[in-house]
């Protein structure tokens, strides 16, 4: 079959968790870094929205199965204090943070590390771009116009819903993704860290 968009079913989370490894590499297939715990990524980047916000996960499926999504969540600030009361907790008893030389920790065990210090920075004016949003396609569906589809839709539902306006944070290193969001009419607000943070009034 041709692949579709559609609403997130219950079932679909361990297949939004692989794609999640699949891009964790700045968007590359980060399967060779996190042999040792697959779902390490997923645990911030998919599962908190899923819970969340589940009105605002959109999937793509072709034949072979989920094959990309886009997750978003209206009030970013509610969010993540969904995250720190509810989500959190049980991450940091289950995995404990790494001790040692940081310069020496594997990318798993840094992502451990940001189980216990989450970075929950939103680009200003928050009022203006209260949401936020990001998707990850598996290579064999990229270039095909979904990426756009599927914002496309999310940003309708997101404006539905009230939202004045969205932001998202890429890799500065990520500069297909930088050229895509451009396109789509998202602009640079500002750099933290080693992201970009790019918005779209609504």
Known sequence: MTAVIRDFHSGDEQAAN?????????GKDGTPFYKEDPDVLGRIYVAPYLKFSPE?????????????YSLATLDSHQFFEFYEQEHRPALCLQFPNPTGDPSTWTRVQQVYHDYHAPDYFCPEPYEQYPSHLHIDFLERVRGQGLGRKIIEQ?????????SPGVHLGLSKINEPAYAFY????FQELTRHGNCIYMGMKL
């Open 18 to 26: 692989h794609i999640c490894l699949k891009t964790g590499d700045h």
């Open 56 to 68: 605002l996960a959109l999937m793509v499926e072709d034949e072979e199965g989920v094959c990309g």
């Open 154 to 162: 999310l940003l309708e539902r997101l404006r539905s819903m009230g």
């Open 182 to 185: 451009l396109a789509l009419g």
